[in-house]
């Protein structure tokens, strides 16, 4: 089959297009014929070298794909067998990015009713994120003021319909006036632009000195003291990614008086149980909300898999809104 594979570390220029056995799934598992996959910001880290796959899984990047189910591995239980032929997603350790994939068929769900079977290969990761970190972790409650980094990416623009969705106050960082737009538009009450305003200053005006009661942070070191100081009494930040760096200092005494709290999650490394238990939620409280259309996908763009580089450079320029996709 064709895979998309890294031949060293590095830029775009070390994405290449090529060929590698089929996988072959064992007992509890699904083949797939996959129709896309979605390109995370953990497929940059990773072709940079910084991001390695968790022991035994594919080197082939790729969290998260959409397709039909091809087969099921011999012996499974009749609930598998009977994913053959059904359109899904799948949360991935890695292989995404190939023609076929094997995985857990406990990390499927269908394609959400209405939703295009290649459109919907970027919704698995971004909403098992979103799900486990703002829900599982942070308990986020309707009437809660939250915070997100990065309003209009593959992440932000998710997690503001969602935050929309629940009943919370959102708050989002942007880098340009068209995506101040955008994130007004995916539900985002309040717009800090983070090249022309302090975003520290921004959040006690908006929420008239009392801070925002979650943090999504895809920042890390660059914005912790930010962070830090934007929370309020009894404040959770959670920390996802570390686009700013992975070292910095906190203020102690701030998070003492405050009863802050810092948690810091990934969802790649988790064990197949637990993966098991996010995407059940995701397909209960999830799925029924894009399903009636109030969480819309929001794809940027599609490459072919042959333009894998391209897609590659694409997302490092920055300049996309949503999920970039490739396309099998």
Known sequence: MRAVEYTDAGGPEVVALTEVSDPVPAAGEVLIDVAAAGLNRADVMQRRGVYPPPAGASPIPGLEVSGRVAAAGLGSPAAVQELVGVDVVALLAGGGYAEKVVVDARHVLPVPAG?????????????????????????????????????????????????????????????????????????????????????????????????????????????LQTNLRSLAVDGRLVIIGLQGGRKAEADLGLMLARRLRIIATTLRSRDAATKAGIVSGVGEELWPLIEQGRIRVQTDRVFAADDAAAAHDYFDSGAHSGKILLRF
């Open 115 to 223: 939703v295009d079977v290649v459109d919907a290969a970027g919704l698995i990761e971004v909403a098992a994120t979103v799900h486990s970190n703002l829900r599982g972790e942070a308990r986020v409650q309707p009437g809660e003021t939250v915070l997100v980094h990065g309003g209009t990416g593959g992440i932000g623009s998710f997690t503001l319909q969602y935050l929309h969705a629940l009943g919370a106050r959102t708050l989002t960082t942007v880098g340009s006036p068209e995506k101040a737009r955008l994130a007004r538009s995916l539900g985002a009450d309040h717009v800090i632009d983070y090249r022309e305003e302090d975003i520290g200053d921004r959040v006690s005006e908006i929420t008239d000195g009392r801070g925002a009661d979650v943090i999504l942070d895809v920042i890390g070191a660059k914005y």
